[in-house]
């Protein structure tokens, strides 16, 4: 795969909820006072490659809006604009998984018999047949994509709101997050392995500015996370988060929730439950007592 690309691969504290336009998000929230909300437009396009149909079905498109402005904290929105016929692509016009191809052909024949202009758009999305291609999902890396941040769902995952977040992240320029020795091996991360329905983590939000610490730890000591808060360890990109579902928004394999996970902007270093221990650095973190809605962490410095 080319470097640009990023593939989806198959296999203060406020007491209070949070609220976006009246609506009741279903969990605890940061003060994200100072932070700049975005809006994001998006053009898609249902693309038929050699008589190789797909069906237009645009009735993900608002629970994936929803879906991306909930994990968001209600800081991005998405927009999306779908154009309203299928273009189609003549057998022997490219060849195998031409993405790149699919998409100059695209681009242009939308121009040419519409008044869509498709570089006036944040991203461009290509909705592709499935089976000709051996990916869940495929985003340009951003945020300063090549060609405009294009994404590509095959048609067998149009149903799946973690993969538009994935690819989006892409475009946004988050990586895979790693678990151990495999690339997209964290599974409590939109950036792991399709296909469950998942958020960023703690490090990830901290990126694209969705979240903030609610300590920047400085010297040794204990402090206590609800559900999906986190701290960051002073001098170094790593994040100790309460990893939990968020209510009727997440289903976080059972492996990956409901612990204290340790956090980089690519890979998720320790998963920890009550009692365990690990050392980074010099850098000792111990989960004291761990509740159902609440964890008690323990930093040390050595």
């Known amino acids: 795969m080319q470097k640009f690309l990023g593939a989806f691969k198959m296999q203060k504290r406020h007491n209070s909820f949070l609220f976006v336009n009246g609506i009741d998000m279903g969990f605890r929230f940061f003060d994200l006072s100072g932070f700049t909300k975005k809006v994001f437009q998006i053009i898609t396009v249902f693309v038929s490659v050699c008589n190789i149909p797909v069906t237009f079905d645009t009735s993900i498109f608002g629970p994936v809006e929803s879906f991306v402005q909930r ?134 939000e901290f990126k694209l500015k969705w979240s903030r610490p609610i300590n920047v730890v400085k010297r040794s000591g204990v402090y206590t996370l609800q559900a999906n808060e986190y701290i960051q360890l002073p001098n170094q990109s790593i994040f100790v988060q309460f990893r939990k579902d968020k209510p009727g928004l997440e289903q976080i394999n059972q492996d990956f929730k409901d612990l204290v996970a340790l956090y980089t902007e690519t890979q998720l270093l320790a998963k920890l439950r009550n009692g365990e221990t690990v050392t980074i650095g010099n850098t000792v973190v111990t989960v004291q007592n761990l509740q159902p809605t609440f964890a008690v962490v323990q930093i040390q410095f050595v």
């Open 71 to 204: 994990c968001s904290n209600g800081i991005y929105t998405v927009n999306t604009t779908v154009v309203p016929f299928t273009v189609q692509i003549p057998c022997g016009a490219t060849m195998g998984c031409d993405t790149e191809g699919w998409a100059g052909l695209v681009d242009t024949t939308v121009e040419m018999y519409s008044t869509f202009k498709m570089n006036n758009y944040d991203h461009k999305m290509y909705i592709i047949p499935a089976g000709l291609c051996q990916f869940a999902g495929l985003g340009y890396i951003g945020p300063n994509c090549t060609n405009g941040c294009r994404v590509f769902v095959p048609s067998d995952k149009l149903g799946f709101p973690s993969v538009y977040l994935h690819e989006f992240g892409h475009n946004w320029g988050l990586m895979h997050s790693w678990y151990g020795a495999s690339e997209y091996g964290d599974l409590s991360s939109a950036m792991g392995w399709c296909c469950d329905t998942r958020c960023f983590n703690a490090a990830e």
